[in-house]
């Protein structure tokens, strides 16, 4: 059963039958809708697509290329989500808007920031990341480990993320260790799929709408291509030895 | 097979008879191997080469694009397995110890997870599934349900194995879990088998027919039900949730269970007409005195023992647990899965004072259990290296469904995958998951109603046949020696063509009745 009662409104609660919301709701809805207007994409930037390849070189060094779908007004400032930040910004080249930069957030995050060019089209970044994938010694079955993430920390959604990550010629991915956006145990699909792009492998990543704060990330184990040439004469050995050793076994019934 | 005497006294009979119902004489961890015929020993000898030949050629072969290494190396070991598991040049525990190392040492998965799987929820109901077998066959509860049922029923060895068939029938609506209808069945197999010859000693055809029917019973009966299988209601739950499209109990029994009964009414002719053809002289029990000898043997059990009543108790309160599955919640606050429930009775059996088996008399085959670990490592490195996954795909991508396909050949071939998929899978839940949404996404792309293609489909799932890893019944009755992996593979590719053809049959028929697949205006 409802029951409805009369009387003062607490704090902060709409009065029923008033045209007007309290003064207490409205300052934080204020503060929020300057907060997105300063700090957002851009006032009316949006960026709908924001896909990301990364290119691994034999010496752990990293050719990074962002392609992102972004519309807002000429000359307008747009901020994005950047993962690379050992990236070597001498080499930062971006086709499709002007005067880029990278800034620091608070804790760190890098965002790249570019201002919109007059003609509208889509965005493209390059830039070299010198150790993507540290040296030194390979674990065990001669693996190596690519590990990236990447943290949406402007205000403003990116739509669709892509990331496609490929190892560097002559290797192979190994295994996937982990990803975020997770596989789920019941889901349809997987949100990355292994894939080979110009004869190198590599693994793609989705994340349907990589809303702010929302993080996307892939660890990834990958190894020479080439097997041991002892391998095959092992198995060779072991089938002829056994032919041998139980050659009665071809004799018939016993 | 033993030679009968050929005169026996009265009393020689009826120790005979006693002799060939004391199960208790009967080891699963002791299974012995019968004798090799020529081809099995052709088999062993090329067998273990052969396998070697598969592994090398998928191992080595050009990185195939979309296959991480760890994914094209678990394909090559999980083919040989299958290689040596079917032609048995090793143990086929031995095989399964050998890629339980080949996945770790060839980087396909880290040990802990290969070695975990020994503690997989399947495995403990193994153990149990054994453990429960003992309480019925210490108790002679295996061997007065036996005698009840040959008596009854038992004119002769095809109305036997009918009588199994319709015991799989009224079990599958009640006991969703195969292994635990595999349990209940498996010690008065065991009996059954015995009054018509046929042990691990000397394997005969009524054997074979007994444990392979029975087998494939509990598999494909499972598909009558939505509740036959939870892979069944993951199935409904992908239909509903990528679909919106519901579907109800009745409309999958309608469909499905008619599939189900025809397709055992098949099996029940194929198996002792044609693959394991019954020796005349098997027909009836091998017993002096026939029947009669039967009904004294019963009348001598008496009434049930204490013991007996006991052994019943603890049984009644395992199947009690499964059979009210879904009420669990409502009672208890949580579910309690059928292996939870097998264990109750596990430690009901093993009380002292209350229960009734002594650890040395629980005859759990360890073999058996590292033979499934070593089968689900297999397929669960094959799901985890995304391998299964893109074999599947490949399969699909080559058959090519473009736009303006017409939908009966696309028909025709999803059913033909998903049924010899079954090969490449040790778990239904996997195999659901990678082809159902897969089959949805073929018919939206097409743009047809997606319940044409994914219903039909999800009916094939617990179609789990073709071999002893295919399913848990499968391995559970492996143990009994009864049967070889050859024998199971023959009558599992068999049942597989068979079903193929059914539910080609039924699309273009019942289910364009019943509205399942396009009507006939469609």
Redesign the interface.
Known sequence: MLVTKTGRPAFGQWAPGSDRPPVPLVLPALYLVLAALVAGPAAGATVTRYAEEIRLSRDGSAAVTLDVAVSGTPGESVRLPFGHAKADLATLRVAGALSPRVEQLEGGLPVLVVTLPPEPGPLEVRVTVPVFVAPGKAK??G?RVLSYELVNATTGSCGRYEGTFLVPEGF?????VETVPAES??A???PF????VDGR?GVRLVEPSLDPARRVAAKIRF?P?A?SPLF?GL?LA???L??YR??D?????? | MSAEPAVRTEQQNREHLAGLLDLSKTKFSASPKG????SE??M??LG??GG??V??AV??AP?P???????QAALACFLLALVWWVTE?VPTFVTSLTLIVLLVFL?V?PSDDVLGVLGLDVIWLNVMAFVLSSILIKTNLAKRLALGLVTRWGTGAIPTLLAFLVLQLALAPLIPATAARSVITLPILLVVAAIYGASAETPNNVGRNLFLQSLLGINIFSSGFMTGSTANL?AL??IF??TGKKVYYSDWLFAALPVAIVAMAIAGWIGPKLLFRIEPENLKPRIAGGMEAFREELARLGPLSAMEKKGAAIFGVVIFLWVTDRFHMGWFGFEISPVLAAIVGGILAFLPRVGILKWSEADIPWNLMLFSAGAYAGGLALDS??AA??VIGKIFAAANFGPGTSFWPVYMAVIAINLVSHYFFTSKTMRT?IM??FI?GIAQQLGWNPLWLALPSAFTIDWVIGLPISGKPNVIFLTTGQYSVLDNVKYGAVMTVVGILLFWVFGFTWFRFLGVTPGFGG
């Open positions: 065990a079955f693996n192979r991915v190994n295994t996937i145990e019941n349809a699909t997987r799929e292994v894939v080979r492998d190894k291509a097997h095959p198995l072991v089938g002829a056994y032919l139980f050659r076994l071809a004799g018939g019934a016993r | 004798e090799l015929t020529p020993r052709w062993r000898y273990f080469p070697l030949a592994f090398a191992f080595f990185a694009a979309g296959l991480a290494a760890a994914g040049p980087d998965r993951i739950s992908f949730g990528m290296t995304g996954r893109w998951i159902i949404p949805i």
